[in-house]
């Protein structure tokens, strides 16, 4: 079946330009992710839903970033005013359900990886 | 901030060859994961293993778990050049739902 797909896959903006990034998740599950990955290190949690409800947004790095998840299906991490500092690969991943710290697998999508120059 | 701690940051084995790769995490856990990330793609899961485990295999994986040290350790066994790829671990805390806090990871290179 389908697994997670992200859109688009490369991005390149300009300081203070304004983005939106996509994310679909596998059909059916639940709780979806959205994780930040600079060069060379490890993917970095920014915030989740489970269905429509952002749970969490604690790992999101400012108020420029916001996200979405208004059907409880796709989502959409928007970044506005983008700085450089914000070049990244942004990975999605969604489960089945979130019924435990962990206990259930994350699939992840291939990510979108953003240069802003 | 980043949990856990991969070790070594890069490996480079021959073929055939096993390849080890540590991970150290800080605070207490329910569940640690093993990913694969292969340059440009996503990450893809390996294997879980619960932190009442102490051993848990998956064809040419093998992954141990020792709580008391708060440290884990992949091996993969008889390498492939497929198996190039940056490997993360992964890990939950006992505080409640939280999300995935992944290491720095462990670049594997293998030679044919």
């Known amino acids: 079946g389908a697994g997670v797909s992200q859109s688009p896959r490369y991005k390149v903006a300009k300081r203070g330009q304004d983005v939106a990034l996509r994310c679909d998740p596998i059909s059916g599950h639940v709780s979806l992710f959205w994780y930040q990955q600079a060069l060379g290190q490890g993917p970095e949690f920014l915030t989740y839903f489970q269905n429509e409800a952002q749970l969490d947004k604690s790992g999101l790095p400012s108020d420029r970033f916001f996200a979405e998840r208004p059907e409880g299906s796709v989502s959409t991490l928007k970044i506005q005013r983008t700085q450089q500092e914000d070049s990244a690969v942004y990975l999605c991943?969604?489960?089945?359900?979130?019924?435990?710290?962990?206990?259930?697998?994350?699939?992840f999508g291939p990510g979108t990886r953003l240069t802003v120059l | 901030s980043q949990q856990g701690e991969e070790d070594p940051q890069a490996l480079s084995i021959q073929e055939g060859e096993n390849a080890t790769m540590n991970c150290s995490y800080k605070?207490?856990?329910?569940?640690l994961q093993w990913y694969r990330q292969n340059s440009g793609r996503g990450l893809v899961h390996l294997i879980l293993?619960?932190?009442?485990?102490r051993e848990k295999h998956s064809g040419r994986l093998r992954v141990t778990l020792d709580t008391s040290k708060k440290s884990s350790s992949l091996l993969i066994t008889a390498s492939r050049a497929a198996d190039t790829a940056s490997y993360f671990c992964?890990?939950?805390?006992?505080?409640?739902?939280?999300?995935?806090?992944f290491g720095k990871g462990t670049r594997l290179s293998v030679i044919a």
């Open positions: 605070t207490s856990i329910n569940n």
């Open positions: 992964a890990t939950d805390s006992l505080s409640g739902n939280t999300p995935l806090v």
């Open positions: 991943a969604s489960s089945l359900d979130f019924g435990g710290a962990g206990t259930d697998t994350q699939y």
């Open positions: 293993i619960r932190s009442n485990e």
